[in-house]
C-alpha cells in the first residue's frame, strides 16, 4: 500500500462517494479482509458519512458547490479505521487511535512510514528534541504583565538567548504557588528592591487570577 | 546459535467448559521466553549510559549508594561494552564520554567524584545521556540509558507527557530507557510511564542501601534480554467476546498490546477473561487466535508466532470432577489486587483516604477468600499479597508517609501487571 499511498498525497476526493472508492481500492489491493460479521468489509458511502458523524474522519476542509472536498489526511483516517477493526478493536479503542492523529502518525499506524537507519535516527531524534526544547521552551516565559491591559492572551514564547555557540542561556524555575498555580521564574530576572515595584508586583498577580476567575465563572454561565 | 521461540500456554482452571450454558472462562497466557544462549560470552553487548542525579536533595546517604551503585555497574560489565555516565543538577555534565568498560579503575575513580549540590534538570540530562549511546549506537546490542534520580524534574522541559513521548521515540529507534526513582519525593507519574513507554523498566528503591541491589536485578535482566519490541495480539473466535484483559496492557499504535521485553528465565503471565457460548458435551470449539510479534536480541527483524487455543465442552458433573489448577484463580486475584492498588491511587490523589483504605481491605479480604479455595502448597504466595496488601493499608493511615505510600502502590501495580520479580 506505501507506493500507492506516497501518489496520493496531494489528491483532492470530490464528495464521499469518491473518497469511499479509493479507500475500498486500497484495502482490496492489501487484501486487507474483515473476518467479523457486523463489519463492512470495504467502506461504501454509508460507513464514510457515519464515521464522519462520529468524529472518526475530520470534516472536509473545503467544499465545491455541495461536495464536500476530502483529502489525504481523511483518506488515512478510513484506512486506519478499517484496518483497526480488521484486528478486531472495539470502536472506543479505534477512536483513541485515530482521533485527533496526524498524517505522519497515522501512516506509521498503517506501516507506510518511511523508517531510516537506525543509528542516525536515534541521534537526529535527540538533537530534534534539544531543539525544540530551547527554541520553543516547553515551561514557556509568561508574557510580560501590563496590569492597565489585562485581557488574557496566549502565552507567548520569548526567543531563546543564545550565545556565541547557539546554546541558549539560562533556565526557568517553577514555583508553586498552590495546587494549579505556578510562578516561572528565569535565572537571569533579578526581583525589585524597592518596596513599591513590589506591591506592584503582588497587584498584578491579584489581577492575573481574578481575571482568569471571572472568565471561569462567565463560561459556566453560558 | 539459532534463534528459538518462546512457548505459549493457554491455562484454564479446569481442563474444560461446563457444557449448554454461557459462561465467562478466563485463560492464563504463559509466554515463556527461549532461554539464554548458553555460554556467558554469549551474553548481548551492552551500550550502556548511566544519567545520574546529583542535585541538592541527592545529599548524604542516597548520593553515596548511588555513587556505589554506579561503580558497581562499572565493576560487572565486560571490556567489550560501552558505558558513559552523565550526572546534573541545573547544569549538566558529560563526566564519562561513551567508551568501552575497559579501563574500570579510571571509571570508577571518576564516579567516586560526583558530589550533590543544585536543582534538576531531569530532561536535558536524559537526553545526553541518549546522544552517548546513539552516538556509539551498537546494532543487536542492548542500547539504555539508565536514568537515576531522587527528584523531580524542576528545570527545562518539565511536563511529564512530553517527556513520556520523547522517550517512547526514542525507544522506537532502538534506545531504550529504564528508570530509577529513590526515597518519596521523585515522581512516580513521570519515572513508571517513561520506563514503560520507552521498553525498559521502572524501579522503586525506598531505602538507599537497597540501590546496588536493584542494579544487580536490571543488569541481570539485561544481560538475560532475548526479545524486545513484544506485543500481544488476541482475536477472539466467532461468537466469543473478549470482555477484559486483566493486564491492562497500553496498546501500541497498531492496536496491540504492549508487552514487556522477554528475558531468559522470566515466564509473562497474562490473563484475558473471556465470554465463550454455549455448546453441547463432548464438543470442540476454536476460542482464540493469539499473535506474539518479537525482536530477539541477536535480529534485527520482527517475528511472528501466531497459535491457537480450543476447548472441550463436558457435562457439569465430569467438568466438577476434573482437577483444579488454582494458578488462573491466582493470576486473577492478584492482577485484580493491582486494579485495586491503582484504584486506591485515585482515591488518595481524590482526598478520600478512607476510601483508598477500604479498596485495600477489600482486596485483602478477597485473597483471602481466595486462598481458603487454593492448595496448601500456594499458601504463602498468598499470605504474602495480603500482608502487602495490610501494610500498604496500614501506612495509608500515617498520612506523613503519603507519598512513599503511593509510590509502594504505584510500583506494586506496576510490577505485578508486567509480572517483575517481587522485591
Known amino acids: 500500500m506505501k507506493g500507492a499511498l506516497e501518489k496520493l498525497q496531494q489528491r483532492k476526493y470530490v464528495g464521499v462517494a469518491e473518497l469511499a472508492d479509493m479507500a475500498a481500492r486500497l484495502l482490496a489491493e492489501a487484501r486487507l479482509v474483515q473476518e467479523r460479521g457486523t463489519v463492512s468489509e470495504v467502506p461504501d458511502e454509508r460507513t464514510v458519512r457515519y464515521y464522519l458523524t462520529e468524529g472518526l474522519l475530520s470534516p472536509a476542509e473545503e467544499k465545491q458547490g455541495t461536495a464536500s472536498v476530502f483529502g489525504y489526511l481523511q483518506l488515512l483516517q478510513l484506512l486506519a479505521v478499517k484496518n483497526l477493526q480488521a484486528q478486531h478493536l472495539p470502536i472506543r479503542k479505534i477512536r483513541e487511535l485515530v482521533e485527533g492523529r496526524s498524517e505522519r502518525e497515522l501512516e506509521r499506524l498503517l506501516g507506510v512510514d518511511a523508517k531510516p537507519a537506525n543509528k542516525h535516527a536515534a541521534l537526529s531524534y535527540l538533537e530534534s528534541l534539544l531543539t525544540q526544547a530551547r527554541v520553543a521552551p516547553p515551561t514557556p516565559p509568561p508574557p510580560k504583565f501590563s496590569p492597565s491591559a489585562a485581557q488574557s492572551r496566549a502565552v507567548q514564547s520569548a526567543a531563546p538567548q543564545t550565545t556565541a555557540q547557539g546554546r541558549v542561556t539560562g533556565t526557568w524555575e517553577r514555583i508553586e504557588l498552590e495546587p494549579g498555580l505556578e510562578l516561572h521564574i528565569h535565572s537571569a530576572y533579578r526581583p525589585p528592591a524597592e518596596a513599591k515595584r513590589l506591591r506592584r508586583l503582588a497587584a498584578a498577580v491579584v489581577h492575573v487570577v481574578t481575571t482568569y476567575s471571572h472568565k471561569l465563572t462567565g463560561k459556566r454561565g453560558r | 546459535m539459532a534463534s528459538s521461540t518462546p512457548k505459549i500456554e493457554f491455562i484454564t482452571e479446569r481442563a474444560k467448559l461446563v457444557a449448554d450454558r454461557e459462561q465467562t472462562l478466563d485463560v492464563l497466557i504463559r509466554i515463556t521466553p527461549p532461554d539464554a544462549p548458553q555460554a556467558t560470552n554469549a551474553r548481548p553487548q551492552l551500550n550502556l549510559s548511566l544519567v545520574l542525579d546529583r542535585s541538592g536533595s541527592m545529599q548524604g546517604e542516597k548520593m553515596v549508594r548511588a555513587r556505589e551503585a554506579a561503580q558497581y555497574c562499572v565493576e560487572q560489565l565486560l571490556p567489550t561494552d560501552r558505558i558513559s555516565a552523565v550526572i546534573f543538577d541545573d547544569q549538566i555534565e558529560l563526566l564519562i564520554p561513551s567508551q568501552p568498560a575497559a579501563r574500570k579503575d579510571e571509571l570508577k575513580s571518576r564516579l567516586a567524584e560526583v558530589f550533590a549540590r543544585g536543582t534538576t534538570a531531569l530532561h536535558e540530562a536524559w537526553v545526553r545521556g541518549g546522544m552517548q549511546v546513539s552516538e556509539h549506537f551498537i546494532e543487536r546490542a542492548i542500547n539504555r540509558v539508565l536514568l537515576i534520580t531522587d527528584g523531580l524534574a524542576n528545570v527545562g522541559e518539565t511536563n511529564p507527557d512530553r517527556i513520556v513521548d520523547g522517550a517512547r521515540g526514542l525507544a522506537e529507534r532502538g534506545v531504550s530507557t529504564s528508570t530509577i ?183 485483602s479480604r478477597a485473597t483471602m477468600t481466595a486462598a481458603q479455595c487454593a492448595p496448601a502448597a500456594s499458601a504463602p504466595l498468598y499470605a504474602e499479597e495480603r500482608a502487602q496488601l495490610d501494610e500498604l493499608e496500614s501506612s495509608l493511615r500515617d498520612r506523613a508517609q503519603d507519598k512513599m505510600s503511593r509510590k509502594r502502590l504505584a510500583y506494586q501495580d506496576y510490577s505485578r501487571r508486567h509480572g517483575k520479580e517481587r522485591k
Open chain 2, 181 to 363: 526513582g529513590i526515597g518519596a519525593d521523585f515522581n512516580e507519574d513521570l519515572l513508571m510511564p517513561m520506563a514503560q513507554a520507552a521498553g525498559g523498566n521502572a524501579w522503586h528503591v525506598e531505602r538507599p542501601e537497597d540501590m546496588q541491589r536493584i542494579f544487580a536485578v536490571e543488569l541481570e535482566g539485561l544481560i538475560a534480554q532475548v526479545a524486545h519490541t513484544v506485543s500481544l495480539g488476541l482475536v477472539p473466535s466467532d461468537g466469543v467476546k473478549l470482555s477484559d484483559l486483566l493486564n491492562d496492557f497500553e496498546l501500541t499504535e497498531t492496536g496491540r498490546y504492549q508487552l514487556p521485553n522477554l528475558q531468559a528465565g522470566a515466564p509473562l503471565e497474562v490473563v484475558a477473561r473471556l465470554r465463550v457460548p454455549t455448546q453441547a458435551a463432548g464438543t470442540r470449539r476454536h476460542v482464540l487466535d493469539l499473535k506474539l510479534g518479537y525482536t530477539p536480541q541477536e535480529l534485527r527483524a520482527a517475528e511472528v508466532l501466531k497459535q491457537s487455543f480450543e476447548i472441550e465442552y463436558e457435562r457439569e458433573a465430569v467438568v466438577n470432577q476434573l482437577p483444579c489448577n488454582d494458578e488462573v484463580p491466582r493470576a486473577v486475584q492478584f492482577l485484580m489486587n493491582a486494579r485495586a492498588r491503582r484504584e486506591a491511587i485515585r482515591q488518595m490523589d481524590a482526598g478520600n483516604y478512607a476510601q483508598a483504605q477500604s479498596v485495600l481491605v477489600g482486596a
